[in-house]
């Protein structure tokens, strides 16, 4: 139990496009997701907690026009990162919290050419 | 604020010999402390985490690390090192006032024949 998906697993796209990413609790409904930023050789930064039904609160230095996410359901989290430039391009991982415990997405490889 | 360091960024073992991957934290209140470990281009996996019950705390994959409050640290062992360990380590740190886990820098384990 307690499987959280994400997708597309790989996404290459072109600079000044945009690119959703899907956070899916599978076998459980979770209020808050999270998604972290990994640069390569890196650990993981916090960029975001989503709360179904609610704004998402964004750590210090993330821009929340660039990166939009929406928790319109208590198992779907997506984010959208708006008019992606080759400096976006990073590993992106979501988790979902769920009985106190958070339950970390595969990762979304995305690549900005 | 909550931080963790580990100390290391790479650590190489011979395949057998005792796995002993360092993390130290800072929490002004008792935290909960996990340890993760990541595979190339995949997700997260929960290898353990300490929540204030027993101080020594046994997780998957024959790993183990006991959280010591006046060392304020919670090293990971693992009696005898197999190829499989070979991945990235990452020690982190929540508290009971919100779900945010902070990520150390991770450690890179490398099992040697």
């Known amino acids: 139990g307690a499987v959280v998906s994400q997708h597309p697993s790989r996404v290459i796209c072109k600079s000044g496009t945009s690119v959703k990413i899907e956070c899916r609790s599978l076998?459980?409904?979770?209020?808050?997701m999270f998604w972290y930023r990994q640069f390569p050789k890196q650990s993981l930064m916090l960029m975001a907690t989503s709360n179904e039904g609610s704004k998402a609160t964004y750590e210090q230095g993330v821009e929340k026009d660039k990166f939009l996410i929406n928790h319109a359901s208590l198992t779907l989290s997506t984010l959208t990162v708006t008019s992606a430039h080759p400096e976006d391009s990073s590993f992106y991982i979501c988790s979902a919290q769920h009985q106190m415990e958070q339950y970390f997405g595969p990762g979304t490889r995305l690549t900005v050419t | 604020a909550q931080s963790v360091t580990q100390l290391g960024s790479h650590v190489s073992v011979s395949e057998g010999a005792l796995v002993l991957l360092r993390c130290n934290y800072s929490s002004s209140v008792p935290p909960y402390l996990f340890w993760y470990v990541q595979y190339p281009n995949q997700g997260l996996q929960l290898l353990l985490k300490?929540?204030?019950?027993?101080?020594l705390v046994k997780g998957i994959n024959g790993f183990e690390a006991e959280f010591k409050k006046s060392e304020t640290s919670f090293h990971l062992t693992k009696p005898s090192a197999h190829m499989s360990d070979a991945a990235e380590y990452f020690c982190?740190?929540?508290?009971?006032?919100?779900?945010?886990?902070?990520f150390g820098k991770g450690t890179r384990l490398h099992i040697l024949p």
């Open positions: 300490y929540t204030s019950a027993a101080t």
């Open positions: 982190a740190v929540s508290d009971l006032e919100d779900d945010k886990i902070i």
């Open positions: 076998d459980f409904q979770a209020t808050t």
